[in-house]
């Protein structure tokens, strides 16, 4: 059994098709919203199919990795077309921040100390403006280093949950310190599975599809991956093309159809936790328990985000329970 939106391997696909299902590792720049962001990233894609592909479909949206405020800058993963469907997969993971702590005075010598008690798990309520119910909650911070010190100034490295609002940090560091600090300037430098170390400007993006028309996409295919590389920290289960296209009209996987599992390392960890995008954006129940992963053909090609409900080696019953269909 086959289905004709089953897409080809993610090298294979031309450049219409990489719009109709990529990512953009996104470098926000300080100014217009996550939303605007999105909204231009939306439009310019749908002109440049219409002269690519006038025959085929236009994209359904795009989907950011959680919101940054206007002012905030840094590493915004935006998927486009049906891969907006795999939004939530930036809620599995963790994010990473350089920011700005400016203290109301002069901090203590030992300033390194009070940072570091901040790693761990922590307890914060969500701001007045968050997106969010304003209750307590706890979120963890893997690390928390002091970059640099400077009179009433210091440079914070900040690696945690999704779901942490580094301003109310800031706001508890400067009241450890003793002195009183609020958050100055933010960037964000990694988002799971994305960092700052391959990111792509709103030009970039811009230059890429003006590039394309024209008859050259080599460029367009540096600045739009495959979407399958924003499910790159979770379970991939393979299952065979008959298993797919059945989850194609909505079907869940059972164990005929797997083909293989690989798991990566970490998986499973905070199972049951609320997750929220951060500064801004809904929260997110994760079933207790239940791992999300990703299913691909033999190809690499991605099909479905589901919670893995049974054992993969078994030889009967339910294995993944659809969260997503991704064709």
Not at 2 to 21: H, Q, S, V, Y
Not at 203 to 220: I, K, P, V
Request: aromatic content about 4%.
């Amino acid at each position: 059994m086959t289905d004709d939106r089953l897409r080809a391997a993610p090298a294979d696909r031309t450049a219409a098709e990489r719009l109709r299902f990529g990512v953009v590792n996104l470098d926000k720049p300080a100014g217009p919203t996550s939303h605007q962001v999105a909204a231009w990233i939306r439009e310019e894609i749908a002109e440049t199919l219409a002269e690519l592909d006038p025959e085929g479909s236009s994209i359904d949206g795009v989907a950011h990795s959680g919101t940054l405020d206007p002012k905030v800058t840094g590493c915004l993963p935006t998927l486009v077309g049906t891969a907006r469907r795999a939004a939530r997969v930036f809620l599995e993971g963790e994010k990473e921040y350089v920011a700005e702590l400016e203290f109301h005075d002069v901090p203590p010598a030992d300033l390194e100390t009070i940072v570091a008690d901040f790693e761990g798990e922590i307890y914060q309520k969500p701001p007045r403006k968050s997106a969010v119910t304003r209750r307590l909650r706890t979120r963890r911070i893997h690390a928390l280093d002091l970059l640099e010190r400077e009179d009433r100034r210091g440079l914070l490295r900040i690696r945690c949950e999704s779901g942490t609002y580094v301003r109310k940090l800031c706001h508890d560091l400067g009241l450890a310190a003793g002195t009183g600090g609020h958050m100055g300037a933010l960037r964000r430098t990694a988002t799971d599975p994305f960092d700052d170390t391959d990111l792509h400007t709103l030009q970039d993006l811009w230059d890429a599809l003006a590039w394309a028309r024209e008859g050259d996409d080599s460029y367009l295919r540096e600045v739009v991956r495959p979407g399958e590389d924003a499910l790159s920290h979770l379970p991939a289960v393979t299952i065979a093309p008959s298993a797919a296209a059945n989850v194609a009209t909505g079907a869940p996987v059972y164990a005929p159809g797997v083909i293989d599992v690989e798991f990566v390392s970490g998986d499973g960890a905070e199972l049951g936790a609320e997750h929220d995008a951060g500064d801004g954006g809904d929260a997110v129940p994760h079933p207790e328990g239940r791992p999300l992963v990703a299913c691909y053909l033999p190809n690499g090609s991605a099909v479905c985000l589901g919670t893995l409900v049974g054992d993969p080696a078994a030889e009967e019953g339910l294995v993944v329970d659809l969260e997503r269909v991704l064709v």
